[in-house]
């Protein structure tokens, strides 16, 4: 590599550093200002609290590398929003720099930008780095065992970086047990790749292909643990989340829905993303058959086999558990995973297409990548998390009683507050009582009721579409802040 190559190399590191920063410094804000979820507050509240070990349909919730992370953030940091955030904000580091290291491999700096760009540019993946649950983690993981496939695909004779891979994917199954298709998937992948090196040493070794493959598989091991408590999570009733309409309709293009994250013209362009990504899987498998057919093919052409073979893997193994298991296809937040590995097989198609005809695919790309980053701009917000959006003002509402109810002689004694949720109550139950916990909000009582008789409370905390319900019971009331995100209202009642 000479000084001009040096120098170009070192001005996209930074490049990549500085976008990486931004990025960064965006995930941290949004983790310290967001309100608390209901899944986040629950997971708190039972699984690091309590330390609830039991099996029922909220199980599921507790994603055990982050409940163990966050009880350990708590002890020392204290409670508050970025505390029990912070183990994904940190896992959030992994999955920009070994995004930057996989895409440096690239000899076209164009594409080593954009495809950075693209994959970490995603509203719906961001989310879950600013939120305490176990997904952030396990995508941070996920791209360690991505570029590390990477390495052991490239480095054709070190079997390390197999099972260095496979151990981040076996860590990463403990931040979300939906991984566990790519966990095997990938170890599988890497015992075959493994068995046809051996086959072309000379001379050959059994007890090498042993050792080689014990070591490799030792991480599956877990599956004692895992295979265990998956078990016992479906018989409860855990693993209900999800859809029965096919891999297409409940996974792709759920996962489509939400990255675009509800920005209209984004929505608009839904069946046309979904014809992009048809195409993508399409011409992946053309360019690998190409290719394979070659003498001597590329490390980039098995790499791309690599990732198209996981992700083929992957849906079969989703589809099997639907047979055997009865769990329904990965839908929206649980199939999240599914991102990277397609961002990273269509990267490594451009790559082999723009070897080919420059000028074109190279202009394609960059027109994909300007939707992409037209949808995060378009998305950037510090207010709510696209699952959760109607959970966007509990922070607010909680935090304007605090402020406003004091005794008028300006001490600081709070007075007895209800707020009344008359309407799926359960959304905003753990959120509130985690902001009690918090802030030491004994004051504050909840009330959960439909009766509209006998009412005595304070405030509603209500839905516009409810606010008849008042009205039709002569309920006279004051409305104090309204809240255009969740459309929630904050409603005083008027003492007589």
């Not at 509130?432 to 918090?438: S, T, V």
Request: charged share 15%.
């Amino acid at each position: 590599m000479n000084l001009k190559e040096t120098d170009s190399k070192r001005n996209i590191n930074r490049l990549l550093f500085a976008i990486g920063l931004l990025l960064f410094i965006y995930v941290v804000v949004r983790a310290c200002i967001l309100s608390i979820t209901i899944d986040e507050a629950y997971s708190y509240l039972f699984f690091v609290q309590k330390g609830a070990n039991h099996f029922d349909l909220a199980s599921a919730n507790n994603h055990l590398l982050n409940s163990f992370l966050v009880k350990y953030c708590v002890r020392i940091f204290g409670l508050s929003e970025l505390s029990i955030r912070l183990p994904n904000v940190l896992a959030h580091i992994l999955f920009l720099v070994y995004s930057a290291k996989l895409f440096n491999k690239f000899s076209s700096k164009t594409l080593t930008i954009f495809a950075f760009l693209i994959i970490n540019l995603n509203p719906f993946v961001l989310d879950f780095f600013s939120l305490s649950r176990g997904y952030g983690l396990s995508l941070g993981l996920m791209m360690g065992s991505i570029y590390f496939g990477y390495r052991f695909i490239h480095q054709k004779r070190n079997y390390t970086f197999a099972l260095i891979s496979v151990l981040f994917g076996c860590v990463a199954l403990f931040a979300n047990f939906t991984l566990l298709i790519y966990f095997l998937s990938t170890t599988s992948i890497y015992l075959f790749i493994n068995f046809l090196r051996w086959r072309d040493d000379k001379p050959k070794s059994i007890l090498s292909l042993l050792t080689q493959t014990l070591i490799i598989a030792s991480p599956l091991i877990s599956m004692i643990f895992i295979g265990q408590r998956i078990t016992n999570m479906n018989n409860a009733g855990a693993l209900w989340w999800g859809g029965d309409s096919g891999f297409w309709q409940d996974t792709v293009f759920s996962l489509i829905t939400l990255m675009t994250y509800g920005n209209p013209f984004m929505h608009f362009l839904r069946n046309g993303i979904q014809i992009g990504v048809a195409l993508v899987l399409i011409t992946s498998v053309v360019m690998i058959f190409i290719h394979l057919r070659k003498n001597k093919p590329s490390w980039k052409s098995f790499y791309l086999l690599f990732i198209a073979t996981i992700i083929l893997l992957c849906f079969l193994a989703n589809f099997a558990q639907g047979l055997i298991l009865g769990i329904v296809y990965l839908t929206e937040r649980t199939a999240i995973f599914y991102y990277p590995l397609f961002i990273i097989l269509m990267v490594f198609l451009f790559d082999l297409l723009i070897q080919r005809k420059k000028k074109l695919f190279t202009g394609i790309f960059i027109g994909f990548s300007m939707v992409f980053i037209l949808n995060f701009i378009l998305s950037i917000n510090f207010h709510y998390v696209i699952q959760w959006k109607q959970q966007a003002d509990v922070k607010d509402m909680l935090t304007y009683l605090a402020e406003n109810n004091t005794d008028p002689i300006g001490e600081k004694t709070p007075k007895q507050v209800s707020v009344m949720l008359p309407r799926i109550p359960w959304i905003f139950d753990h959120d509130i009582r985690f902001y009690k916990l918090m802030n030491h909000w004994d004051w504050i009582k909840v009330q959960w009721t439909e009766d509209y008789e006998n009412l005595e409370t304070d405030y509603f905390f209500i839905e516009k579409i409810e606010m008849h319900n008042l009205k039709e019971h002569s309920i006279d009331y004051k409305i104090i802040k309204e809240y255009p995100t969740s459309e929630m209202l904050l409603v005083e009642v008027k003492k007589p």
